[in-house]
């Protein structure tokens, strides 16, 4: 894929730290430059948005948020003016009609001969009050667009259930790290000490379910109950402490940790298991040869956690959970296989790079209309 020649710019609502390394490395494909534009979270979001680009350049607007749940919107004061700034000849946005000044930039980018490239999750079909309202608005808007991004091929699916144009619809998985740089772990085929190591990184917080996950190790038949590694820090900490010394203090707390530390529990670990929202530590796990259980979040994950590396908790009982992870941990040559493939997947398809060469691939063929 050839570089970019003109210039980018990105809106977003935020900015997340995670989402950082992979416009920098965008931006390293822009001849001309790409510029970010967001806002900051609401209160209470939980978002790590203290980092900013060191390659692209970045304009920080203002961001006012509007009412809450179905009825949140999101007005973004300073949009008109970055793009006045940067002029950008392509403009990737968030496919989201709750930015209210997205129909603003759109007219903006089109009046000037630009090019409108939008970027969301997908578009699953709404139910209850308004839906057939909701549904016609959502056609409207997202037909405005001259090309979509999406996460998954069921994304990709949902827009074309719009009336989207399946051509200028370009899947691109969610990644958050490059490629691994590290060989596949070796790992023997039997469990170091007889005890399976079951890991979770991430925030403590209560959409993560990490308590699930300390009743389901309780609920085990004792010869399959593992070594259960809880990574990270957060709100919950305190009550998911209290918590395992009351069900199961084969549970160990380790707080935040990164690089040399957080890099040997991947690789002393048997299992990666998320049970709620968010995610960002799959694809690192993956990374390590880890087989991975994830629970149903945003869709994703999908292409993501396989059957062949991986299960997807469709029930979010913590008995559910007990029974998946016996399954998993009975059998060890299993897993070991299932880690493998985990490794191949973010080596070979969902990586930075990979992203980076479907945002282009998307941005060539808008430019060549």
């Known amino acids: 894929m050839g570089r970019i020649r003109n210039r980018v710019g990105i809106q977003q609502r935020v900015l997340p730290a995670y989402r950082i390394p992979f416009f920098d490395a965008l931006a390293e494909e822009c001849e001309r430059g790409l510029s970010v534009f967001f806002g900051s979270p609401r209160k209470g979001e939980g978002i790590d948005a203290g980092a900013f680009p060191r390659i692209a350049s970045f304009f920080h607007g203002r961001n006012i948020h509007l009412f809450h749940n179905l009825f949140y919107s999101c007005w973004q004061i300073g949009l008109l003016k970055w793009l006045q700034d940067w002029q950008p000849r ?7 009609p709750r930015n209210l000044a997205s129909s603003a930039a759109i007219r ?22 308004f839906s057939d309202l909701r549904m016609n608005l959502r056609r409207r808007f997202v037909n405005r667009f001259d090309g979509l991004l999406t996460y998954s091929m069921q994304g990709a699916q949902e827009y074309t259930t719009l009336g989207f ?6 899947a691109a998985p969610n990644a958050v790290a490059p490629r691994p740089r590290h060989p596949l772990p070796m790992r023997s085929s039997s469990y170091r000490d007889g005890c399976p190591v079951v890991l979770f990184v991430g925030r403590l917080q209560s959409r993560k379910r990490v308590d699930a996950l300390i009743r389901a ?8 109950q593992p070594e259960l590694r809880i990574v990270g820090d957060g709100p919950m900490l305190g009550e998911l402490k209290a918590l395992a010394g009351e069900v199961y ?3 160990n707390f380790f707080g935040a940790q990164h690089g040399a530390e957080l890099e040997r529990h991947f690789r002393e670990a ?8 968010g995610g960002l530590a799959v694809q690192e796990a993956m990374s390590y040869g880890l087989p991975v259980m994830v629970g149903v979040a945003d869709g994703t994950q999908v292409d993501l956690v396989r059957e062949d590396n991986g299960w997807m908790l469709q029930d979010n009982t913590v008995e559910n959970l007990t ?4 399954d998993a941990l009975s059998d060890v040559p299993r897993l070991r296989k299932m ?14 790079e990979a992203m980076v060469d479907a945002f282009a691939r998307a941005i060539h063929a808008v430019e060549a209309d």
Do not use: H
């Not at 048997?270 to 929202?277: H, K, N």
């Open 90 to 96: 392509v403009l990737i946005m968030e496919a989201n």
């Open 108 to 129: 903006w980018m089109k009046s000037r001969g630009g090019k409108v490239i939008g970027w969301g999750l997908g578009s699953p079909k709404p139910v209850g009050r």
């Open 165 to 170: 144009p399946q051509d200028r619809i370009f």
């Open 217 to 224: 190790c309780a609920g085990m038949p004792s010869m399959w």
């Open 249 to 251: 203090p084969g549970a």
């Open 270 to 277: 048997d299992l990666f298991v998320l049970p709620g929202t």
């Open 323 to 326: 029974a998946q992870l016996q």
């Open 339 to 352: 880690g493998e493939e985990s490794y191949r997947i973010v080596s070979e398809e969902i990586n930075l």
